[in-house]
């Protein structure tokens, strides 16, 4: 719907003009706000365990890296960077005679392994 004209008669406009201390402090009242929104307090309570901090940090390192941006942190979107520098393919680790880590293990709890004095202490 077309809007008329202001021409005095019928239409009035009025208009609310702010100076730059009053644009600074409605500035500051909506950040206010918006921050007030985030919930702070409840997200550091949230933090308040070491290892939650840590995982949070650790995933927000994984999706920087997914994104492309070196977090500096080894995280797995780097383990085919690692096994390509170092040539390791699983056929060769399969074809060098070492044992899977779920073989040893199988053969740990089943005591089918030779495990004599591979503890520390020599047990």
Do not use: C
Not at 47 to 72: F, H, K, M, N, T
């Amino acid at each position: 719907m077309p809007r008329l004209p202001v021409d005095g008669k019928k239409v009035i406009e009025h208009r609310i003009t702010f100076g730059t201390l009053e644009r600074e402090l409605l500035r500051d009242a909506t950040t206010s706000y918006r921050l007030q929104s985030l919930k702070i307090p409840e997200m550091l309570n949230f933090l308040d365990d070491p290892l939650r901090l840590i995982q949070v940090l650790y995933s927000v390192a994984i999706i920087l890296e997914v994104l492309g941006i070196e977090s500096g942190l080894p995280t797995p979107v780097d383990a085919a960077t690692w096994f390509a520098e170092r040539d390791v393919t699983g056929q060769k680790i399969i074809d060098s005679g070492n044992k899977s880590i779920l073989q040893t293990l199988t053969e740990f709890l089943t005591g089918s392994g030779d495990f004599e004095g591979t503890w520390p202490g020599g047990y």
